[in-house]
């Protein structure tokens, strides 16, 4: 059944079709089945059929998939606060003139809101930018954060690799994850120079340089020479730099390489390489850290050390299947992006990293999926139970008593639950220990605790069982 | 200056005074300004000043605001976690069209995307509707779940008071705070029936009556009588019953009302009302809320059981000041949304609460403004220094070990800091111990630890660091 946001999604397929210039018969096929659609629609007289989704490249999480969400979040948070970090948040929208002129050619991406009067706003597009804003509004010269935030953009989405249009960002200071490739802006511009790549070309050819990771030498060499006009001799000189990766001997090569110690930027860029490889060494962690001079990275604004981490082929327990998702990090120093907001031009120089969470939860949830570990939902320590009718109010009772001493419990509402159905609740969520109220049990002053995984029963006294199940649950 | 996003601005400024029939002075006062804005901007020749400010109805949260929002977020969320809750995320943005007929007159402040191809789309107005749509596209009849998330309203903003365009709902499972007022839709809709309101009125005399808490019963009457064309008869009929406020015994009493007990409707709201209070009774909190006949609710889709949380007028520690923010929770029952979500109707009971967090928040800062407290903005437990130069090798050494540990520590990034500084740096920012390596204690094998309140120091062999650490910050 078409419906006219279906209608309007195909005739957006079409609209990239045709401005990606693909095959005619590509574009044919989809415009027949727009036109199908469009039918389809009008047979319907206008009334649309309600659709039920969420907007195209975007995901509901629910309980499952939140509980492998927190637990990626607590693990980058631990390890931002280790080392001392602030958190700070912004609007999900900026003016629209505070994003414009940043993102060079991704700017078509960016979400506008529509014009119902007032200001012009967009939605964010990475939490960089919004960053820069916030530093140059409050002079802050000096700040070492974090932010997890959505950002939005009108990408294709490929979602099951974990490209949506709404992810997370999560900006920190650097942390090292798998395995780091690392390289400088510097010297790459000073590499272009010496190579013979004119000025004009340096942002073009950087672009080309950044596809290495997909593409072999050869088609990014033509791309070079044939597409962007670059001397032949240029490329080759591009060709045998961009193939070199190492540590810190790469590094002193370099240092005495005829061409490159003469540039004055691919030497300043070395020279902080050294003295990063220095402190990397302290850190024991040089074994985990490439120096790779084909590392360019696409945006525009990194103006010195730039870095992106590579998971690493990943394999599951049973050998078979292999995920592959490439880059999950990157970021890099930025120099002039607060200054672009400033009044008067004041430099604030900045050094930050993103954090592709979406792909790490792809992984995690594959992972999870494959495994037969059962996630929780909840943190649910007991369920008050009774055996017998007509104790709903007894069940209220205790379950009040519980909560009032911070115990996290749970009760069926119905008024006559069937014990057999309380614990299958029990068995199905994870929770771990059942309290039972009967009519014996209260004649006695007792309560009796059920451990749902050895089905163990005891009588506990009802003025030791908060103590009990917060020994049992290990919540002292 | 002007620019052009103030003279929009200030546009609809204009717009709405017109709107809402203000003082011809007042208009001409404003389009006064507006004109001269724009006389300003024209000569200015088209370039515009960079306006470096948040979207109108926004604001920031620097790290302090963030270490309040991360206190009140945690008190929240341990109670949730107490009663079992899921946590659940839905996208900020919906399709237009999942969005359209659910709020009345509210739909004019939903935040429009441009239409730039594809589907049409709109912000999340507030966490019901799209929660409501989850449950109908994923077949859900039975879960409690919170969701803590910003809601975005093209709302005349109030921002000391805690009123955004941005803000966060939280919507859990029923949560008592401070004093509670309850009422039921079916009781309101009895009362309306048997006051002699006609059917076709019955939404309108509501919204007055929800008036109340801001207007006296004489302007509200007189809207509903001149405004809204009620008898006058039907109206002081009304006027008995919303003034009446208690508990089980006004239950009670009104179950024996001649004409309420008559309502097929008023009587299945008032037996429900007794059975909450039952509950209440058995969870000792009958003290803290009140069946209150004058509430009504602004919104359409409740049809059950209706609730408000009001914070009482708080003052603080000098009792010269007070701060009044009125209602900061609310929410009901509504059992028609899911199924107009569902192709075949099928009804979902649901009962949620949304907390006014921003209110909450603006109340914590201004105490805490006035308080002495310091908020610290990281957890950092110690900062590692050193006494003489040359030593940056050593603290990026010991920094190191103490990270791999998992202790929260912070190095200045200089070269050769002043002893002094790095003290100062502590005292600022809140970081209770100072590990300080020199010459002598590298030779002796020893760190000495400083306590930074008390100036007490210590010399502390290397290898029992990390634990005295834990030791003196409790975090062991």
């Known amino acids: 059944m078409a419906d006219e946001a279906a209608v309007r999604e195909q005739a957006e397929v079409v609209r ?72 700070i948040d912004t609007p999900v929208f900026e003016l629209k003139e505070t994003l414009t002129g940043k993102y060079g050619e991704d700017s078509k991406l960016i979400y506008d809101l529509k014009d119902q009067g007032g200001e012009l706003l967009s939605l964010r597009y990475d939490l960089t930018v919004p960053f820069a804003r916030y530093l140059a509004m409050n002079k802050i010269t000096n700040i070492k954060r974090y932010h997890i935030a959505k950002v939005y953009r009108r990408d294709n989405p490929a979602m099951t690799r974990g490209r949506y249009r709404e992810f997370y960002q999560c900006r920190p200071i650097a942390v090292p994850l798998l395995f780091l490739l690392v390289n400088d802006r510097r010297i790459l511009d000073g590499m272009f120079a010496v190579c013979g790549v004119p000025d004009s070309k340096f942002r073009t050819i950087c672009s080309s340089v950044d596809k290495l990771d997909k593409m072999p030498w050869e088609e990014v060499r033509s791309e070079m020479v044939g597409e962007k006009g670059l001397s032949p001799e240029a490329a080759d000189r591009i060709g045998e730099y961009v193939q070199l990766h190492g540590g810190m001997e790469l590094i002193e090569q370099l240092l005495q390489d005829p061409k490159l110690s003469q540039n004055k930027l691919a030497k300043e860029g070395l020279g902080d390489m050294k003295l990063l490889f220095e402190y990397l060494t302290l ?119 519980l909560w009032d001493a911070g115990i996290k419990a749970e009760v069926l509402y119905k008024k006559n639950p069937k014990l057999l159905n309380q614990l299958q609740y029990c068995e199905d969520t994870g929770i771990p220990l059942v309290a039972i109220v009967g009519e014996q049990e209260l004649k006695d002053g007792v309560v009796k605790l059920r451990v749902v995984a050895t089905r163990e029963e005891v009588n506990i006294r009802r003025e030791s069982l908060v103590e009990e199940i917060r020994r049992r649950t290990n919540q002292l």
């Not at 044919?28 to 089945?33: C, F, I, M, S, T």
């Not at 659609?37 to 499952?64: I, N, S, W």
């Not at 696409?298 to 981490?309: C, F, K, M, P, R």
């Not at 599951?316 to 998702?325: A, C, K, L, Q, T």
Request: neutral net charge; proline residues 3%; aromatic residues 6%.
């Open 283 to 401: 850190f024991g962690i040089t074994g985990k850290i490439s120096f790779d001079l084909s590392l360019a990275r696409g945006l525009d604004y990194y103006t010195g050390v730039i870095y992106e981490a590579v998971l690493l082929q990943q394999e599951n327990d049973h050998g078979e299947e292999s995920v592959s998702v490439g880059s999950v990090a990157g970021g890099g120093r930025y120099d002039g992006l607060v200054g672009m907001f400033d009044p008067k031009g004041r430099k604030v120089p900045c050094v930050g990293v993103s954090i592709g969470i979406e792909r790490l939860f792809s992984i995690l949830e594959q992972r999870l999926e494959a495994s037969e570990e059962k996630i929780r939902t909840t943190e649910t320590q007991v369920l008050v139970a009774s055996a017998q009718k007509k104790l709903l109010e007894e069940r209220l009772k205790l379950i009040s008593e």
């Open 16 to 87: 990239r079709l045709k401005q990606d210039k693909a095959e005619p018969d590509e574009i044919a096929k989809e415009v027949a089945k727009l036109l199908e659609m469009k039918a389809q629609l009008g047979g319907d007289e206008g009334k649309h059929k309600f659709v039920l989704k969420t907007p195209k490249g975007t995901r509901d999480y629910g309980p499952k998939q939140m509980a492998i969400r927190e637990r990626v979040f607590s693990a980058i948070i631990t390890c931002f606060k280790r080392h001392g970090a602030e958190v």
